[in-house]
Antibody, heavy 122, light 109 residues
Framework: QVQLVQSGAEVKKPGASVKVSCKASGYTFTSYGISWVRQAPGQGLEWMGWISAYNGNTNYAQKLQGRVTMTTDTSTSTAYMELRSLRSDDTAVYYC???????????????WGQGTTVTVSS | EIVLTQSPGTLSLSPGGRATLSCRASQSVSSSHLAWYQQKPGQAPRLLMYGASSRATGIPDRFSGSGSGTDFTLTISRLEPEDFAVYYCQHYGSSPLFTFGPGTKVEIK
C-alpha cells in the first residue's frame, strides 16, 4: 500500500539544523511531488514547501526562504527537509505529504506521513 | 495572497446531527483549487475533498462539498463518532503554492 514513513523525533538547540526524512513506498516515487507541512503545538497547518520528485524543482514558503532546503533521493525513494538556524518557534510536528496533480495542474496532498516532532530548546 | 477564513471556530453537535462548515476566501478562487482535510488528535491530516466537491478515495458519502467564488461549504450529513475532528480548507495557488484555513473543530455536544 502507499505509505510515507518519516524519521524519528528530534531535539535541537537554537541555531542548529535538523534534517527530516520521508521514505515512500507503494508507488512510483518520481511520478509525484512531496509537500512539507508543519504544525506548531495547538496550532493549525502551515505549508512549508514542495518538491517535484521527478526533476527536483522546488517551491518554498516565503517566510522560510533561505532557511529550508528540500531534496529527494530517487534511488531510495526518500525525500528530505532540512531546516537551519532553528528557533524556538520552529518547534512543531513536521509532515510530508505525497502531492499529485489533478485536473492537469492543481496539486493535492493525498497521502501523509505520520509526522516527526522537532523540539527546539536550549 | 489568498487568505482563508473558516467559521465557526468550534461546532458542538451530537452524533447523528448535521454539520455545516464554512470556508471563505479573501478573493474569488477557482473551485478546482479548493480542498478539505480532516485531522484527528495525534494523527496526520487526511484528504477529504478536492475540487471543492469531489470526495477523496474511501471518504463516505455523508461528506459533501460545495461552493464557488469566495464561499465554500463542507457538509457532514449525519455525524458519526469518528467524524469529530478538526477540518481545514486549503487553497492551491501560485504564491504561496498552498494556503490553509485556521480550521473548524467539530466537537461532541
Amino acid at each position: 500500500q502507499v505509505q510515507l514513513v518519516q524519521s524519528g523525533a528530534e531535539v535541537k538547540k537554537p541555531g542548529a539544523s535538523v534534517k527530516v526524512s520521508c521514505k515512500a513506498s507503494g508507488y512510483t516515487f518520481t511520478s509525484y511531488g512531496i509537500s512539507w507541512v508543519r504544525q506548531a503545538p495547538g496550532q493549525g497547518l502551515e505549508w512549508m514547501g514542495w518538491i517535484s520528485a521527478y526533476n527536483g524543482n522546488t517551491n518554498y514558503a516565503q517566510k522560510l526562504q533561505g532557511r529550508v532546503t528540500m531534496t529527494t533521493d530517487t534511488s531510495t525513494s526518500t525525500a528530505y527537509m532540512e531546516l537551519r538556524s532553528l528557533r524556538s518557534d520552529d518547534t512543531a510536528v513536521y509532515y510530508c505529504a505525497r502531492s499529485r496533480a489533478i485536473f492537469g495542474v492543481v496539486i493535492i496532498m493525498d497521502v501523509w506521513g505520520q509526522g516527526t516532532t522537532v523540539t527546539v530548546s536550549s | 495572497e489568498i487568505v482563508l477564513t473558516q467559521s465557526p471556530g468550534t461546532l458542538s453537535l451530537s452524533p447523528g446531527g448535521r454539520a455545516t462548515l464554512s470556508c471563505r476566501a479573501s478573493q474569488s478562487v477557482s473551485s478546482s483549487h479548493l480542498a478539505w482535510y480532516q485531522q484527528k488528535p495525534g494523527q496526520a491530516p487526511r484528504l477529504l475533498m478536492y475540487g471543492a466537491s469531489s470526495r477523496a478515495t474511501g471518504i463516505p458519502d455523508r461528506f459533501s462539498g460545495s461552493g464557488s467564488g469566495t464561499d465554500f461549504t463542507l457538509t457532514i450529513s449525519r455525524l458519526e463518532p469518528e467524524d469529530f475532528a478538526v477540518y481545514y480548507c486549503q487553497h492551491y495557488g501560485s504564491s504561496p503554492l498552498f494556503t490553509f484555513g485556521p480550521g473548524t473543530k467539530v466537537e461532541i455536544k
